[in-house]
Every structure is written in structure tokens, then in C-alpha cells.
């Protein structure tokens, strides 16, 4: 069981940057994917990033890239998953949530095994 941990949601005006951060409770991500998905009201959950931590490999969306950036980062034998997200527009406001994948990364939720609570955010125009 993997307890994925989200945080650094909130609201913002368009062009303005939010950081979010996502942690697996109590251990590494060893042998993980870990992606991030999005859902606005009334829509399909969707893919905005993936990375394979322990070879940095990612993958964006389109509608992100150039955009957000996806990292990781190991201290103290714990990953943080990091979505930087830059040039938010309006059309970015959602819930996103990280989750992680026993393949070494995928685009496609059904690939994913454990998902967090998701973070809420909001782009003011």
C-alpha cells in the first residue's frame, strides 16, 4: 500500500505559478511511477504529467508543456514529486491529484494503483 500525500494547492490569478508537491507517506517511490492527473467540474479526469523518479524520465501533456514541470527529489530516503506550474490560465483550474504506477510511467489512469485526496486549483482571470 502506497498513501500518496498531496499539498501547495490554492487560488491565483492567470499568469501567476503554484508549486504542488506530492509525497508517498513513510517511504520512497522506489519502482514507481508517479503521475499527475487533473479534473474539472463536469469533465473526465485527465493527464498532465508522469515521471520515473528513478530515471527522471517524463512525459507531459500537451496543453502543459512548456508550461509545468515535473520533478523529483530524494532526501532523507522519502520522494517528493514536484508540478511546477507556470503561465496558469484559467482553463488550468481543477483538482489535480498525484498518483503512482507500478509501470515505470503511463499517460493513462487505469494504470495507476494508489491515488491521493487531490488538491484544488484555481486560476482567476
Known amino acids: 500500500q502506497v498513501q500518496m500525500v498531496e499539498s501547495g494547492g490554492g487560488l491565483v490569478q492567470a499568469g501567476g505559478s503554484l508549486r504542488l508537491s506530492c509525497a508517498a507517506s513513510?517511504?520512497?517511490?522506489?519502482?514507481?511511477?508517479v503521475g499527475w492527473f487533473r479534473q474539472a467540474p463536469g469533465k473526465e479526469r485527465e493527464f498532465v504529467a508522469t515521471?520515473?523518479?528513478?530515471?527522471?524520465?517524463?512525459?507531459?501533456a500537451d496543453s502543459v508543456k512548456g508550461r509545468f514541470s515535473i520533478s523529483s527529489d530524494n532526501a532523507k530516503n522519502t520522494d517528493t514529486v514536484y508540478l511546477q506550474m507556470t503561465g496558469l490560465k484559467p482553463e488550468d483550474t481543477a483538482v489535480y491529484y498525484c498518483?503512482?504506477?507500478?509501470?515505470?510511467?503511463?499517460?493513462?489512469?487505469?494504470?495507476?494503483?494508489?491515488w491521493g485526496q487531490g488538491t484544488q486549483v484555481t486560476v482567476s482571470s
Open positions: 513513510g517511504r520512497t517511490f522506489s519502482g514507481f511511477g
Open positions: 515521471i520515473y523518479p528513478r530515471s527522471s524520465i517524463t512525459y507531459y
Open positions: 498518483a503512482a504506477t507500478r509501470s515505470a510511467w503511463s499517460t493513462h489512469s487505469y494504470d495507476y494503483n494508489y
